[in-house]
């Protein structure tokens, strides 16, 4: 992973809780989105390129990444 990531702004859901439990991102210049558990903010962000961003985002929507029933 290159590149500065401090001073980045970071996103979480509205439905996330106040103290913890949620995924939050922020968009770098160069059009990666860097994530992380902000349960545990000091573990290196995870960065993925717009592209991977776009493709989560639009199979999430769809409902490909929800629990198996039952689970």
């Known amino acids: 992973m290159s590149g500065d990531l401090n001073g980045l702004s970071w996103f979480k859901s509205s ?4 103290n913890g439990g949620c995924l939050e991102v922020a968009f770098l210049a160069d059009g990666r989105v ?10 290196p962000p995870f960065v993925v390129t717009r592209h991977v ?15 198996p029933v039952g689970a």
């Open 34 to 43: 860097a994530m992380r558990d902000n349960e545990d903010p000091t573990n």
């Open 53 to 67: 961003w776009e493709c989560f985002i639009s199979g999430a929507a769809q409902g490909e990444f929800n629990p």
């Open 15 to 18: 439905a996330s809780s106040a």
